[in-house]
């Protein structure tokens, strides 16, 4: 069940990483950048992607859960999203199952390709088996699950309220709690899946649309739909990831040894200038994870308390992919009271500072001090995968290639020989073995090409 929660965890960046593109088309056609036909024309094309989520929920979740991410799986996602909306609504007109309408198909759709994928049928009926049998089958489970949601969906979705107003009700403190969590399921690589409650289920925003009432839920959906309490799940990540990770790196490098300073600042100002240009902040974050346990509870304790006061200070900021200075120019005129992040992340910044450097000195932490120079980033990207193959324990320990943004993600028949150091010698960034057959490497933005590499020299 982890490991499946860990693939749907990162299926759901397939269809996240459509959102900047939606998020920049919306914010330009907002009226006050461009006018007329363009500024439509720019709305209306963010719209689309933000008013067909579920659809496209189903589609990525389904391509990435699929063996080797075949496209008749997203095929088949397409087909029953379709037809499970057009069933549960004939049932019931007024049900609105969100994005999660979404990830059921989308889930669905992923599990019956791999299992039905290469089914032989008899020869009257040979051209309907392997993938084109796929499509078939997810339409009548599709069928199935309309029916299920017309009858049953509104005991889920009161329990979702119920959910989302106790989390309201609890107010600042819900918030922490919601911050806090989003940080320490990081290394489990479960964090996308509480974003997509609070981003893309939480509550819920009506507004007219062409003539039409349009709902939108989750707090990056209300917010680039105009709702203006949106905003409040997301505001508080631009203090730590543009002020506060930046800040942590500062303590990691002044408290490093002076013979190592040189190496270790040209990793750490690379890494944290990219948590502040572009929000992503995970090869940063496990460069300490597993080093400096305390120090990586201190950020989670941090990012959960910036997010509380953002809320209490009434800041309400979006974000299409991750709360860096990219997202916060774009979308800084939807925002409400956005100029308080940069004082507010100032201080924040001192304080991530201040308690980093004297958490190292006190405890002694050695973070990157034990990194060897025998990195082979200058390797060529094919030598690079072969390295790769081998610190994994050879072709025939690997399953499957895959990877999620700065993650390497593989499934091997066993993981408990594989030695950290050999990864980290490579260039990584941090290792998790989450089970005894699946072990995660943490590489930066080159992850993808690793993946594929291994995947052409393996799986050709």
Sequence with gaps: MFNFLQKIGKALMTPIAVLPIAAILLRLGYGDIFTGDIANIMRVSGSAIFSNLDLLFAIGIAYGLAKNSDGASALSAGVGLLISKAVYLQIDKDLNMGVFIGIIIGVLAGLLYNHFHNIKLPDFLGFFGGKRFVPIVTSISAIIVGILAGYFWHYAQGAIDTFSHSIIGLGEFGTFIYGTLNRLLIPLGLHHILNSIFWFQLGDFSYIKDGVTVVANGDLNRFFAGDPTAGVYMAGFYIVMMFGLPSMALAIYLTTSKESRKR?????????????????????????????????????????????????????????????????????????????????????????????????????????????????????????????????????????????????????????????????????????????????????????????????????
């Design 264 to 460: 270790v600042g040209a990793i750490l100002a690379g890494l944290a200038f990219t948590s502040f240009l572009t929000g992503i902040t995970e090869p940063l974050e496990f460069l300490f994870m597993f080093e400096a346990p305390i120090l990586y509870l201190i950020h989670a304790i941090l990012t959960g308390l910036a997010l509380a006061i953002a809320q209490f200070m009434d800041i309400h900021h979006g974000f299409g992919f991750s709360a860096g200075l990219i997202d916060y120019i774009i979308n800084y005129k939807l925002a409400k009271n956005p100029i308080l992040i940069i004082p507010i992340g100032v201080i924040f910044g001192v304080i991530y500072f201040t308690i980093s450097y004297y958490t190292i000195k006190i405890f002694k932490l050695k973070i990157l001090e034990k990194d060897s120079d025998e990195s082979s980033s200058n390797n060529s990207s094919d030598n690079e995968a072969l390295a790769y193959i081998k610190a994994l324990g050879g072709e025939d320990n690997i399953v499957s290639s895959d990877a999620c943004i700065t993650r390497l993600r593989m499934e091997v028949k066993s993981s408990k020989d594989l030695k950290d150091e050999d990864f980290l010698k490579l260039g990584a960034k941090g290792v998790i073995k989450p089970t005894d057959t699946t072990i995660q490497i943490v590489l930066g933005a080159k992850a993808e090409k690793v993946a594929e590499g291994i995947r052409e020299n393996i799986f050709k």
